[in-house]
């Protein structure tokens, strides 16, 4: 929603220049979307904590109130985030090259373009991009250590296998979020054509996937996709 279109609009011929107002744009819904999403899986973990560690307490602990106050949460902290990033980002002066060497605006590119001393900004950057998703995947992996051991206590083998189904989409979707940050935000040196890579899977294929990965946890798009394969000839007739 933040790149795709502008780049539909390059690739169906139209001129490729952008705005600096649309590149501010760009910018900043990127991380802001981006932050809002990292905060979303950290509060998903604590529901995914809390729905398997305390079965009982879940109604009163995940209370309507609750939810909405940490999906409200999520997007204020996103904002508020974004918007440091973006000013941090734009009060360098620009006067030397404006071709942005990405198919999008975002902060390591627009870095090369400035024509002042990054390095304090980058180092800010870096501890700012850093932390922030550091913060929220220590707290994921914490929820996660506590489920893992609630898990292991479940005697049956079927009640553990389906217990951990219900966390699968979330860590499958996790992984694929932090490993592209990691890549491009937290790599000593950068690499642009791995840059590009990278915010291509991050922008484009696993937004793709999100549906597909979160609808496996259900029983009947499971039975559906199985039939569809079947058919196709890629699984046995006793599947």
């Known amino acids: 929603s933040v790149s795709s279109p502008k780049m539909l609009l390059y690739l169906s011929g139209n001129s490729r220049a952008i705005s600096y107002a649309g590149c501010v744009s760009q910018l900043f819904f990127y991380h802001f979307l981006g932050c809002t999403e990292g905060f979303l899986y950290m509060v998903m973990a604590y529901d995914r904590f809390i729905a398997i560690c305390h079965p009982l307490r879940y109604t009163s602990i995940m209370s309507h109130r609750v939810c909405a106050i940490l999906a409200m949460g999520t997007s204020f902290f996103g904002c508020i985030q974004a918007t440091f990033l973006t000013t941090l980002t734009f009060q360098l002066p620009y006067c030397g090259p404006n071709e942005v060497d990405d198919y999008f605006c975002d902060i390591p590119v627009m870095l090369k373009l400035a024509c002042a001393d990054t390095s304090g900004l980058e180092l800010v950057g870096f501890i700012s991009v850093g932390l922030m998703p550091l913060s929220c995947f220590l707290l994921i992996l914490s929820s996660y250590s506590c489920i893992v051991c609630s898990i292991l206590q479940i005697r049956s083998s ?10 699968s989409a979330h860590l ?52 559906s996709l199985r039939k569809v394969l079947h058919r196709l000839g890629f699984l046995p007739e006793q599947l």
């Open 158 to 167: 079927e009640g553990r296998r389906r217990t951990f189904s219900t966390c």
């Open 172 to 223: 499958t979707a996790i992984l694929l979020v932090y490993m592209p940050v990691v890549l491009i935000y937290l790599r000593p040196t950068s690499s642009p054509w791995i840059d590009a890579v990278v915010h291509i899977l991050n922008n484009l294929v696993i937004p793709m996937l999100n549906p597909l990965i979160y609808s496996l946890g259900n029983q009947e798009v499971k039975s």
